[in-house]
């Protein structure tokens, strides 16, 4: 026993012992007795056997607040990938439960909704995304449909001033119906904003549900990468109830956790488009792929330390952010 604990602890148990069949000698099978145990409760509660890179991925996960069930579905899949670094596990795991479908940047057949409450930045994504259009050399057209907000339009125009766009404004699902059409025979790619709307109201959402049957289109719901994951996917559930099909986040420069983005998209089936990094229109958007969702998820440190968690935890407290080195 001496022996066996020198070589595996002093947590280790003889399991079995059997004398060798030509009577000399015994073989004797040892194990650790605390992961055995731990490990058997792991797998009869999860399913799935614990592995380094499964736990590293669940760390994250825990730490950016993502729901239980979707956390336990992405360990699980993370966990039975042939990835060896929980970066490239976590993708994997991603790319199976989540669809990308980045925001179009220089042609899309159908014009561009953004929707979501009040304060998301969803004019300012409309600047961003019509200025990289602009300066890609495309022809690109944008409409404000908000008429609500005080100097909403006013705000979106001093973008498209400096752009040399003819920013055209829309009253309604009926002024849209109208202006798009056309629009549709001189841009390659139309962006249009909407004014915020309460997803918990019935008013605004048939109001919204008017909009997107106006002519045909995609909506994107522009959501701020910090916001708790259970109000994120309410309002993400509303949203998708009426015609969103992707997530455009906002703000990921100044959140730390972002469980709240992977609720949204998952509880209301929404594609992940691209993110917004920074204030800045010409720069401020980058497309997002399994992979650079995983390595914001995870620390960088994380690629070459699987069992960083075990040591102690791979996570900073201070203000860094991974994010700008992830994209």
Known sequence: MAAIRAELGDDAIIVSTQRASDGNGVRI??????DLV?????????????????EAVREALEFHGAPARLTELLVNLAAVTPARDAISACASALDQVFRFAPMPQTAAPRPILLVGPPGTGKTIAVAKLAARARLSGRAVGVITADSVRAGAQEQLAAFTRILEIDLKKARGP??????VPNMQQQFGVIFIDSPGLNPFSQDDM???????????????LVLNAGTDPMEAMEIAEAFAEVGASRILATRLDMARRLGGILAAAEAGSLAFGDVSINPHVANGL???????????ILPLEEESAIGASSAGGAYPDDDDTPYSEAL
Do not use: N, Q
């Open 29 to 34: 099978t040892a194990a650790l007795e605390g």
């Open 206 to 220: 048939d109001y919204l549900r008017a909009l997107i049957s106006a002519v045909p289109m995609d909506a994107a």
């Open 286 to 296: 980058c497309p997002i792929t399994p992979l650079s969702l995983a390595r914001l």
């Open 174 to 179: 009926d002024g849209l119906a109208t202006l």
């Open 38 to 54: 731990e490990d058997d409760i792991h797998t009869a509660l999860h399913g799935t056997h614990r592995t380094p890179v499964g």
